[in-house]
């Protein structure tokens, strides 16, 4: 019988975060064994609930789910998102320049797919989040990773990402808050980024799904506020800041220059039109998180559950010999550094599946993240402070 193999497409695209690591675990939990999840941002599994009144929403709602949306979404949920553009200060933004989506990573396929050409070369943080990179390897894209600079608190080396940019350039990652390292960009940088987007005719993605996860009272700059004239494309959804990770409600945001890319967004718009729409459910939740009462404020406040666990996990982890990390200004992660001559990884997936193995703690390496090196890894603090010691 001939083998059926996957597509050639799928060569380079890689996700670790569900990735061997995990199917070891999951092997482990079948056999017995109870497992310490440290591997994705998953809120529910350790006691940070959805807000009720999401709850209540979509429940009183469900009897007018039963059919499709509008391609783009509902009117309520897509307004809402609006009026939240208006308040971090992205201007020109219309109902018709939002699409709802079932999170943000189907919106992330769907924006790639509708830009890039076999070949075409988009620029990533390194580390990153791995849907970039996967997003655009499914697209026929070459991902092209900037280094961020661990000695600068995780901020992009822009000497570097300009060093990277070729005429088959077409777009530019801007994670911000940043998964996984936790930094947050000044609006200074922000500003640098933009200049070399409008300088190079680059579309700018911001992935900033964590923008209220933030801590010590910091403050996010939404880069779309910044790029009136370069065409932006920002993600976020109801995932981290409202502990919905499950509801699978997310919303992408077109601002900035649009005339140019009326093309682009025509294929933006077949795209949407192709999956006929997002879950219903799921959309009827937006409006009243972001009209709400924000809970996430009492969880990263001095004194807040997810700041207490940040502090605990930073101190313990910077506690063991030959390990450092930047502390996190933002999201729910950090993304350690082991000292190689203390460490000596070779195959840093196989040191952390042999981690898991004895330790029944599962943690994501850091090459997961198109890190370099084999020398970090990311870990959550979504624990409770006793689980974490």
């Known amino acids: 019988m001939k083998t059926i193999r996957k597509s050639a497409k799928l060569a380079n695209v890689c996700y670790d975060i569900r990735g061997p690591i995990m199917d070891a675990a999951r092997q482990m939990e079948e056999e017995g064994h109870k497992i310490i999840k440290l591997n994705i941002g998953n809120l529910a599994v350790f006691g940070f609930d959805s807000p009720e009144e999401i709850q209540q929403d979509m429940i009183r709602n469900l009897p007018n789910s039963a059919g499709y949306s509008d391609s783009k979404g509902i009117f309520a949920a897509r307004k809402a998102v609006m009026h939240e553009t208006q308040k971090q200060g992205i201007q020109g933004v219309t109902l018709d320049d939002i699409y709802l989506g079932n999170g943000a990573s189907e919106l992330i396929v769907m924006a790639t797919n509708a830009l890039l050409d076999d070949g075409d070369e988009i620029l990533l943080p390194s580390p990153d989040y791995p849907l970039w990179t996967a997003a655009a390897s499914l697209s026929g894209g070459a991902p092209v990773h900037y280094l961020c600079d661990e000695s600068n608190g995780w901020m992009p080396d822009l000497a570097d990402l300009r060093s990277k940019i070729t005429p088959r350039t077409k777009g530019l990652v801007v994670i911000n808050p940043n998964n996984p390292t936790g930094a947050l960009y000044s609006d200074a940088l922000l500003k640098e980024l933009v200049q070399i987007a409008r300088e190079h005719n680059l579309v700018i993605f911001a992935d900033e ?162 890190w370099p090196t084999p020398d970090h890894f990311r870990i959550v603090f979504l624990p409770y402070e006793d689980d974490l010691r």
């Not at 009827?284 to 404020?297: K, R, V």
């Not at 996990?313 to 001559?341: H, N, W």
Request: aromatic share 10%; proline share 4%; glycine share 8%.
């Open 209 to 370: 799904v964590y923008d209220k996860v933030l801590y010590d009272e910091a403050k996010h700059t939404a880069i779309g506020s910044l790029s009136a004239d370069v065409l932006t494309l920002t993600f976020n959804s109801l995932s981290k800041s409202y502990r919905s990770c499950g509801y699978r409600a997310g919303w992408m945001v077109v601002s900035g220059d649009k005339k140019p890319a009326k093309d682009y967004i025509e294929g933006l718009n077949m795209l949407s039109n192709m999956r006929l729409c997002s879950n219903v459910p799921g959309q009827y939740a937006i409006q009243t998180a972001l009209g709400g009462y924000q809970s996430i404020n009492d969880l990263v406040c001095d004194g807040g559950r997810l700041r207490r666990q940040r502090d605990l996990a930073y101190e313990l982890i910077t506690a063991i010999p030959g390990v450092t990390c930047v502390k996190p200004s933002a999201a729910l992660y950090m993304f350690p550094r082991l000292d190689p001559t203390l460490y000596p990884i070779e195959d840093d997936q196989q040191f952390f599946l042999e981690l898991l193995q004895e330790t029944k703690v599962m943690l994501v390496q850091g090459t997961g993240f198109n």
